[in-house]
């Protein structure tokens, strides 16, 4: 509903004004009420109405000052003047400051009504408005993030086509994941939530904040001087206490490591993913930040015999090793008798984590694993016995040595196979994630290795090809824009438009008459 309040030093005229006008029928609530410009200003700044109805002579400051007033703090209301004097001058400087509604006292009900109606509509072309830019830049950024390319150039390209503006010298990715008990709770306040979230960091930094998923927000923080990564980690633990507060949700917030160029955005926002899923061992309810992350790992005191010969069998892909090394390591553990269960399992996470650090030919892929299959397992807590947990430790060896052996064996036609499966299908909603996932990839690994092996971004061969399916339907069907922008994979017809006009130079309809007109 639009969001209503009424300013008056006569109370009888806000009271006739709630009763003469049915607000349900234009979806408006009266949310407020001032009887002064002075009191009305911080109403305003408070509850941020969409319509504002004001009478021009009121004490201490009048309606068109306050209108005044409020432009230069940028609030922008849709207002509506309600005067006892019909003088020119009201009007003039009325439609200087942009108010096109101009009602005289008493109050007609018709005159009331048509004003509110005209509002109303500006108010929803508005809001669509606002949505459709909303999806662009959701659009464009998740390419970004997601690292579906790490070309410089077309990671500008797609921040122009959501007419998104970055600082490229310092950098930093978060992620905000709400507890699942909330999910329908979030479901309804998610945009309420992504603009408590994007208030609170503007009044420290420059930033971006979109939707994710269905219980992330991803965020972008972003200046031109330089970052001091303690005040960024202050931050955003005092956003995780206000979230906690105002909205009465448990989250957990990832922090990645601030970077310096466009380029590694999508490394920022991988930390900050890989992060969070030590929720597991931090808690639920936390903020994580990947630095620390890595340095806690040098205080972990497990004999480096274990490392060592961990790391060995894994390289030699030897199963039985890497389980009578595990044996082993059990064998240490238990003999401190005032370990819990709970004390094993965090000595194991450990383990996993510092052993794969040294393993960088795949270590990405292996920290997407380690996040997706090992730390983000909430049932972990299940374990009751040293045997499960034992258990637990050689079944995720086992699936680190066969996620080796595949990274050690992609056969070359790989890529060729995920090319196939793109021109199959693109007509889908085809993110580098649902590919990654379909191929048993990390979206990072994923990224680089099909730019290795075929000299562009997987985004860029996306979208060209794309591009020209776009081209066949418009030189060979009859079909609408908004119908091919659909058969191509595109949801956002108006996205379609900036993406066909960026890569053919003509708009779709454009070109389409540019190449009838040829033809005849």
């Known amino acids: 509903m639009y969001k209503v ?122 809001k669509i408005k606002n949505r459709e830019m909303m999806e662009f830049k959701t659009l464009a950024l998740r390419d970004v993030i997601d690292g579906s390319t790490d070309n410089r150039d077309e990671i500008i390209d797609l921040l122009n086509i959501s007419n998104t503006k970055l600082n490229e010298t310092n950098i930093v990715c978060a992620i905000i994941e709400i507890n699942p008990i909330y999910a329908s709770y979030i479901n309804k306040s998610m945009n309420t939530l992504i603009n408590m979230v994007k208030t609170y960091i503007e009044g420290h930094f420059q930033c971006e904040v979109i939707k994710y998923s269905d219980l992330q927000i991803a965020i972008i923080v972003h200046s031109s001087n330089k970052i001091d990564i303690e005040n960024v980690h202050t931050i955003f633990n005092e956003l995780h206490n206000n979230i906690e507060q105002e909205h009465e949700i448990r989250s957990c917030i990832g922090v990645g490591k601030i970077v310096e160029c466009l380029s590694k955005i999508s490394l920022s926002f991988e930390q900050a993913r890989y992060a969070i899923n030590y929720k597991v061992i931090n808690g639920n309810n936390s903020v994580i930040e990947f630095e620390q992350l890595c340095n806690t790992k040098k205080d972990i005191k497990i004999p480096k015999k274990i490392f060592s010969d961990l790391e060995k069998y894994i390289n030699n892909l030897d199963i039985e090793g890497c389980k009578n090394t595990i044996n082993n390591f059990f064998d240490m553990l238990v003999m401190n008798k005032r370990l819990r269960p709970m004390d094993i399992q965090l000595q194991c996470l450990l383990l996993i984590i510092s052993t794969v650090k040294s393993m960088k030919s795949i270590q990405f892929e292996l920290n997407e694993f380690i996040g997706r299959d090992v730390l983000s397992i909430e049932e972990i807590s299940r374990f009751k016995s040293i045997e499960e947990i034992k258990n637990w430790l050689t079944n995720v060896i086992s699936s680190i040595i066969e996620l080796k052996y595949k990274s050690q064996n992609i056969k070359p036609s790989t890529i060729d196979e995920i090319k196939t499966y793109i021109n199959q299908h693109y007509t889908e909603n085809l993110s580098l994630n649902s590919i990654a996932e379909h191929f048993f990839f990390n979206p990072y690994y994923l990224s680089q290795l099909f730019k290795k092996k075929t000299g562009e971004s997987y985004l860029n061969y996306v979208t060209k090809l794309r591009i020209q399916k776009a081209q066949q339907l418009l030189n060979t069907t009859n079909m609408k824009i908004y119908e091919i922008c659909h058969a191509i994979g595109y949801e956002n017809t108006k996205y379609f438009n900036k993406v066909f006009q960026k890569h053919i130079g003509l708009k779709p309809s454009e070109y389409r008459k540019k190449n009838k007109l040829g033809s005849v």
């Open 5 to 126: 309040v009424l300013l008056d030093d006569e109370n009888r005229i806000i009271r006739g004004l709630k009763v003469i006008i049915d607000w349900e029928k234009y979806d408006c609530e009266i949310i407020g009420e001032a009887s002064n410009g002075i009191d009305g200003i911080e109403l305003i700044k408070k509850t941020q109405p969409d319509i504002v109805i004001t009478d021009i002579r009121m004490p201490k400051m009048d309606g068109l000052q306050m209108v005044q007033s409020l432009k230069e703090k940028d609030y922008s209301p849709e207002v509506i003047i309600l005067s006892g004097y019909s003088e020119f001058e009201y009007a003039k400087k009325g439609m200087e400051l942009g108010i096109n509604c101009y009602i005289l006292k008493p109050i007609e009900v018709e005159e009331m009504e048509a004003c509110l109606t005209k509002l109303c509509k500006k108010l929803m072309k508005k």
